[in-house]
Each structure stands twice: as structure tokens, then as C-alpha cells.
């Protein structure tokens, strides 16, 4: 018997069409994040830029697109989901088109801005489109869609970014999106319905407080290793600042009317915990893509593109696990499909911790895979879970927080573990050099000009060093992701699954419980 389905929030006649540019969008937004960072160099040649001003470039993006971010909720009540979107993939294009053509430092840094808060919106968006245009029991499916555009692109970003750059230009970069983004637009000004308006009230007060909160914070996560952390007053005034906004923001929303985010999402245990659950995939995921093309690069001599060939079985196998999810999908418990997830990606960081100078490639093609297949374990189930019992009317602030919360996660977990790595390197250079001593026997027997002082020695020796002492901290970042990463699987324990009951029930009544699982 064919299954009942229930009726979706939004009815459009032309889905797979909707849900190809909702994804157009969503690809070459998130794409953007990741794709420019191995431009960087070249791009301060061109400009005329210092190595440290150059990160403006990133730092810029991210700031604006994380104040930007929790504006999406109250923007597409008030605007109209429809023009909300078109507006932003058109500003997102332009902003691209002017990046591409920038001359100077300040123009690029005001042009990323402008990228920033208009791509900040279109993820979020997409994810709202995708669950109100699709029955409760076809949601499985729409976020194993969306999960490959979320999850995929950073991926595959370094990769594509690194190939512009080498055979063309480093404006390839941004130019790239000109096309996309118009085919985009034509497709959302065609086959995206009007939605309801919603004209409630700005809260400014509440908006200025998050945006305070949320800028300082990424701002301190971006500058605190170029400030010594902690040892930087600018550090000092960044954590002030996060700690004031953020928690007269809470106590105002709490409070007021009609807040700026209406905090009763948080009231639904499972967008809760979900939330906390994304923001530690944020930490573990996205620290190892920062990790890794240093560590190709600069310790194992591998090109930028073939470190990023090396890293694209992880996207490939993220697409694969998504697509097994989406069949999955309400056949199977989200909890199981996520435990199991978990526990590759905890396995596949433990293979990383056996990482040495002297592998080859395969281990790092190997693990990654691993990862990118657990990835699609975790994010399809996490999102459709997170989002089951979400009313319709917060699914805008609902779907901008959870975005908000996996840009912060991955934002502190790159932070961590370059504070960890760097941390360490000083520790272990320290303590391999304190065994190369005088009266040490390997010493007199291997290497007897040591002891003499000459100096090419002396270079040649404290070079190996300082790269075994590197390697050492990658492996004990490694150990950290893997930790973090087994600590969190205890909160899908904590999820709740589909509600069951004894009593016979009828096809319809069977399909909607089965919107906690969301079927396919």
C-alpha cells in the first residue's frame, strides 16, 4: 500500500526544480567559506598586502556573516521568505563579482563584508524551504539533500579553490560564483512561491546585544593566536565584550515582548541538544579540514592541488553516506544511524593519532573516508531529529541558531586546536632537544660533530626536530578531536525517538508519529 503522507507547510508545483536552486545557493555560499584560503597568498601579492592583513580577508567574512546570521528569522517574516532569498543570492553574486575585481586591501575587506552578510542568510534559508515544501515524512530525505550541500562544499572548497588559483587566477576564486548565482536567482524568481508576511516588531536592542556578543566573540577566536591569546589586552576587551552581550541578550529576550530570537525553540529537548550536539561537530569536523592541508603541505611536501585530491574521498564518501541515510530514513532509529556514525568518526580520529613522518598517502585517503562516511551518519539524522517538533512559525530562528551554532563551533574548534597545535610544538621541541645531550651514548655514536657545535650539523639536527616536534603535535591535536568526539556520543543517548504506544493505530495516524523518525 502506498504511504499516507502528511501535508506540507508550503505546496509548490515544481519541488525537485525548488530544490535544485535552493541548493545552488546553498553550495556556492558554503563553497565561499573554504575556497578562498588558499588564494590568500597570492591575493596579498596582488594587493599589496601583509601576511597578517591579508587574514582580513577571512576574519571580515566571518564576522559579518555570524551577525548576519540570526538576522535571517526576522528578515524572511518580515520580507517574505521569496524576496529574502532572491535578495540575498543576488547581493552574495555582486558581492562576488566586486571581490574579483578589487584593487586594494580596503576594498576587499569592504566587499567581504558585504559577501558575508548576504551569504549568511542563504543557508539557513534553504534548510527553512527544504522542511516546510516537503511532508513531515519526506524530511529524511530533504536534509540528506541538504546535508551534501552543507558538508560537501567545505570539503571540497580547498580543492576547487587551489585549482583556480594554479591555472588561472586567484579572482577565478570569486568569479566562479557569477554564473551560479544568476542561474540561481532565475530559478528562485521562477519557481519559488510568495510566503506569508509577518510584520513583528525589530528588536533592535536584542539585535545590537547578539551582534555584539557573537562579533567579539569571532573576532577573538579569529585574532587570538596573532594576539598571544590571553596575554593581549585586545583579548581581554573581546571576552568582555562576549560575556556583556551575550548575556544581557539572554536576559533581554527572556524578558521582552517580542524578542529578536524567540529562545522557546530551546524549550524542544531535541533542538536543544541537537544544537549542542552540531556546535561539538563543529569543534571535531571542521578542526581536521583546517589541520590537515598544513600538515600535507608543509611536513609531508604534497602540492595544494594533491592535498586536495587526497582530501576529496572524504566529500565523495559523505555524499554516499547521505544518500544510504536518506533511504534509511524512518526504516531505522536516528539514534542508531547516529551512534553508528559516531563511532566511526571516534575510530577514524584514533587512526589518526597513528600518523607518522614516514606513511604514505593512504592512511590519510583511508581516514578520511571514514570520516566523510560517518559525517552523513551524523548530519542527516541530527538535523531531521533537531528540527521533528519544531513549530512551522520558528522554523526561521530555529534554522538560523542551529547555522549560528555550527559556524561557532567550527570557529572555536579551529581555534582550539591552533592553540593546542602551537602550544605544543613549543613542548615537544623542548623536550626531543632535551635528550640530545652531551653524555647522551646515540649522540656520541651517530652523531659525534654535535658535540663539536659545527653549525650544519647543529641546523640540520634542530631542523628534524622542530619536524618531528610538529608531527607530535598533530598527533596530540589528533587526540584531542578523538576525545571531544567519543565525550559527545552520551547526548544522542539523551535524544528522543519516536514516540510509541500500544494501541492500534491507522495508516495516517502511523505516518505523522512517524515524523519524529522522518521517513522517507
Not at 496 to 513: F, H, I, M, T, V
Request: net charge neutral; aromatic share 8%; charged share 10%.
Amino acid at each position: 500500500m502506498a504511504e499516507v503522507l502528511s501535508q506540507p507547510t508550503l505546496v509548490v508545483r515544481h519541488k525537485a526544480l525548488l530544490t535544485l536552486a535552493l541548493m545552488l545557493g546553498t553550495i556556492m555560499q558554503v563553497l565561499d567559506t573554504t575556497i578562498a584560503n588558499v588564494a590568500l597568498p597570492h591575493m596579498a601579492s596582488a594587493l599589496g598586502a601583509a601576511q597578517n592583513e591579508i587574514n582580513w580577508v577571512l576574519t571580515s567574512y566571518i564576522v559579518a556573516a555570524a551577525i548576519a546570521t540570526p538576522l535571517t528569522g526576522w528578515m524572511s517574516d518580515r520580507f517574505g521568505q521569496r524576496r529574502l532569498f532572491l535578495f540575498a543570492v543576488i547581493g552574495f553574486t555582486i558581492a562576488s563579482l566586486l571581490c574579483g575585481i578589487a584593487t586594494s586591501l580596503p576594498e576587499m575587506v569592504l566587499f567581504r563584508i558585504l559577501q558575508g552578510l548576504c551569504g549568511a542568510m542563504i543557508a539557513p534559508l534553504a534548510q527553512t524551504v527544504l522542511l516546510n515544501i516537503n511532508p513531515r515524512e519526506r524530511i529524511g530525505q530533504a536534509m540528506a539533500i541538504y546535508g551534501m550541500g552543507i558538508m560537501v562544499a567545505p570539503i571540497v572548497g580547498p580543492t576547487l579553490g587551489g585549482w583556480l588559483t594554479e591555472s588561472f587566477d586567484w579572482r577565478w576564486v570569486f568569479l566562479v560564483n557569477l554564473p551560479v548565482g544568476a542561474l540561481c536567482a532565475v530559478m528562485l524568481a521562477l519557481y519559488m512561491p510568495n510566503t506569508e508576511i509577518n510584520r513583528r516588531r525589530f528588536d533592535f536592542f536584542g539585535f545590537g546585544m547578539l551582534a555584539l556578543g557573537v562579533g567579539a566573540l569571532q573576532l577573538m577566536l579569529d585574532r587570538g593566536a596573532e594576539n598571544s591569546w590571553f596575554q593581549s589586552a585586545e583579548t581581554w576587551i573581546e571576552l568582555g565584550l562576549v560575556v556583556c552581550g551575550l548575556w544581557v541578550f539572554i536576559i533581554h529576550s527572556l524578558t521582552a515582548r517580542s524578542p529578536f530570537v524567540d529562545l522557546r525553540i530551546f524549550k524542544d529537548a531535541n533542538f536543544s541538544l541537537g544544537s549542542l550536539f552540531m556546535a561539538v561537530m563543529g569543534v571535531t569536523l571542521f578542526s581536521g579540514l583546517a589541520l590537515l592541508p598544513p600538515l600535507l603541505q608543509n611536513l609531508m611536501g604534497y602540492s595544494v592541488i594533491f592535498t586536495g585530491l587526497l582530501m576529496a574521498p572524504r566529500g565523495l564518501a559523505t555524499l554516499v553516506s547521505m544518500m544510504i541515510v536518506g533511504r534509511l530514513s524512518g526504516r531505522l532509529d536516528p539514534r542508531i544511524m547516529m551512534l553508528f556514525g559516531a563511532a566511526i568518526m571516534t575510530w577514524s580520529l584514533w587512526e589518526m593519532t597513528l600518523f607518522d613522518l614516514e606513511m604514505d598517502y593512504w592512511p590519510i585517503v583511508t581516514t578520511g573516508a571514514m570520516q566523510g562516511f560517518g559525517m552523513g551518519f551524523l548530519f542527516v539524522p541530527l538535523s531531521t531529529m533537531a528540527f521533528a517538533t519544531i513549530a512551522p512559525n520558528l522554523r526561521a530562528d530555529a534554522t538560523a541558531i542551529f547555522s549560528l551554532v555550527r559556524n561557532l563551533g567550527q570557529g572555536i574548534g579551529i581555534s582550539l586546536v591552533s592553540a593546542v597545535l602551537s602550544s605544543m610544538m613549543q613542548v615537544n621541541h623542548a623536550e626531543l632537544a632535551e635528550r640530545l645531550t652531551a653524555t647522551s651514548q646515540a649522540v656520541a655514536a651517530q652523531m659525534p660533530s654535535l658535540i663539536d657545535g659545527n653549525a650544519q650539523v647543529l641546523a640540520m639536527v634542530n631542523g628534524l626536530v622542530q619536524q618531528q616536534s610538529a608531527m607530535l603535535s598533530y598527533l596530540d591535536d589528533f587526540w584531542l578531536m578523538m576525545l571531544l568526539s567519543g565525550a559527545s556520543i552520551p547526548l544522542i543517548l539523551l535524544l528522543r525517538g519516536p514516540k510509541k504506544s500500544g494501541a492500534p493505530k491507522s495508516r495516517e495516524d502511523a505516518a505523522l508519529e512517524r515524523a519524529h523518525a522522518m521517513g522517507e
